[in-house]
C-alpha cells in the first residue's frame, strides 16, 4: 500500500520525525498569501494572467509565485520595502518594485489581469482599490487577503497610516482576541506597526465590508468565493470572463471546506492563547525583576548598616586595645616598682639586723 497524494514531510518507520521537522520549520503564525498557492494555480491554470499587480508585497517571498505559474509582468506595491524585499525582487526580471501607496500607486500601473490585495486592511484603502479595478480593469480576478476574523469586520491601520483623519475609525493600540469580543493588550496586537479600530462591525468598517460594498451596486456580475483558512482568502471573478464556471466550480472544494474553515478557528483560538500566555508570562518576569531589584536595594542598604556596624566595633576594638596596651605597662611598671620596694626593704631588714648584732 502506498500513501497517495499526501504532503511531503510524513513521518516513515525510518523517519519518524520528519513530520514535526517540517512543522517547527514554520513561523508560529502563518499568514502569508504564499501559502495558498495551490489556490492560485487553480487560478492559473483557468484564466490567461501575464500581468499581476501585488499590493502590500512585505518580504517579497510570493511575488515570484505568480511570475513562476506564468506571469510577464509583476508590479510589487509596497510603500516601506525592505532591503530583503529589494534583494528579492532585483533577482527576477519579471518582478517590479513599485514604491507607493496603493490605492494611489495603481492608476499609474498597467490594468492588469489579476491583483492580489493585501496592503493596508481597512474599509476605506480596500473600498478605494476595488472601485478603482472595477471601473478600470473589469475583467481582472481579484484576489484579497484577510477577509476573515480579524479584520474582516474591523480596521487596520499600518502606522504611520497614509490615510486622512476621515477615513480611519477612532483606533486602539488593543488588539482582539478569540476568547472575548473586547480588545485587549494581550490580544492581536500591532506592536507599534498598526492600530486597530475600537469597535468591531457596523458600515465602513473592515476588509469584507469594503468588498461587499463595492460589488453591492453591480453584484450579478461578480461571483467571490472564500477560502476559510489563513486569515480568508477572496477570489472575485468576473462572471462575463471566459471560463468563470469552471474556475468557481475548481475553488469551490477549498471555499465549503468546513474542515479548513474548523481548523482555521482552532488556529485562531490557539495562537491568541499562546499570545494571552506570552503576555502574563512576560508580567510575571516584570514582577519577578521588580522584586528582585527591591530585594537587591534591600541587601545594599543592609551591607551599608552592617558595615557602619563594624566600622564602629573596629574603633571600639581598638580603643580597648589601647587601654589594654596602658594597663598591662601600668601593671609591669607596679610589678617592678613592688620588686624595687621588696629589695629595699630585704636590704634595709638586713642592715638593721647588722646593727643591732654589732
Ligand atoms: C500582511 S503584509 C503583506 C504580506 C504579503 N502579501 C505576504 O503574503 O507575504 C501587508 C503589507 O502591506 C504593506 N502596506 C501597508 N499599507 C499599504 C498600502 N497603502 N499600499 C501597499 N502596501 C501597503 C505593509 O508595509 C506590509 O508590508
Not at 237 to 258: K, M, Q
Not at 291 to 307: G, M, Y
Request: glycine share 8%; with cysteine.
Amino acid at each position: 500500500m502506498s500513501l497517495v497524494g499526501t504532503p511531503n514531510g510524513i513521518g516513515t518507520r525510518a523517519d519518524p520525525h520528519a513530520q514535526a521537522r517540517e512543522a517547527r520549520r514554520q513561523p508560529l503564525l502563518l499568514h502569508s498569501t504564499g501559502l495558498f498557492r495551490e489556490v492560485f494555480e487553480i487560478v492559473f491554470a483557468h484564466r490567461e494572467i501575464r500581468t499581476v499587480v501585488e499590493v502590500g508585497v512585505e518580504s517579497g517571498q510570493v511575488s515570484g509565485l505568480y511570475a513562476e505559474l506564468g506571469a510577464t509582468a509583476v508590479h510589487c506595491v509596497e510603500p516601506h520595502p525592505t532591503e530583503e524585499l529589494r534583494a528579492t525582487l532585483a533577482e527576477h526580471d519579471a518582478l517590479h518594485l513599485v514604491e507607493r501607496p496603493s490605492p494611489a500607486a495603481l492608476a499609474e500601473l498597467p490594468a492588469a489581469d489579476l491583483y492580489v490585495l493585501d496592503g493596508d486592511h481597512n474599509y476605506a484603502t480596500v473600498r478605494a482599490e476595488l472601485d478603482w479595478i472595477l471601473a478600470h480593469a473589469p475583467e481582472a480576478v481579484v484576489v484579497f487577503h484577510d477577509l476573515l476574523w480579524p479584520w474582516g469586520r474591523r480596521d487596520l491601520y499600518y502606522q504611520p497610516s497614509q490615510l486622512g483623519e476621515e477615513d480611519q475609525l477612532p483606533s486602539t493600540e488593543d488588539g482582539p482576541t478569540i476568547w472575548h469580543d473586547e480588545l485587549t493588550p494581550t490580544g492581536f496586537v500591532g506592536c507599534g506597526a498598526f492600530r486597530c479600530a475600537e469597535t468591531a462591525g457596523g458600515e465602513g468598517n473592515g476588509v469584507l465590508t469594503a468588498v461587499e460594498d463595492a460589488l453591492a451596486d453591480d453584484d450579478e456580475s461578480w461571483h467571490l468565493e472564500l477560502v476559510p483558512a489563513v486569515f480568508g482568502l477572496g477570489v472575485l471573478v468576473p462572471r462575463r470572463g471566459t471560463a468563470a464556471d469552471g474556475l468557481v466550480r475548481a475553488l469551490r472544494p477549498y471555499s465549503r471546506s468546513s474542515l479548513l474553515a474548523a481548523m482555521e478557528n482552532n488556529r485562531l483560538a490557539l495562537y491568541t492563547q499562546v499570545l494571552h500566555l506570552q503576555y502574563e508570562a512576560a508580567a510575571h518576569a516584570d514582577r519577578l525583576a521588580g522584586t528582585v531589584s527591591t530585594q537587591q536595594a534591600e541587601i545594599a542598604a543592609l551591607r551599608d548598616k552592617l558595615d557602619w556596624v563594624i566600622a564602629g566595633h573596629a574603633e571600639q576594638v581598638a580603643r580597648l586595645r589601647e587601654t589594654n596596651r596602658r594597663l598591662t605597662e601600668q601593671l609591669a611598671e607596679e610589678q617592678r616598682v613592688g620588686q624595687l620596694l621588696r629589695a629595699l626593704a630585704s636590704t634595709a631588714a638586713a642592715t638593721v639586723q647588722r646593727r643591732f648584732r654589732s
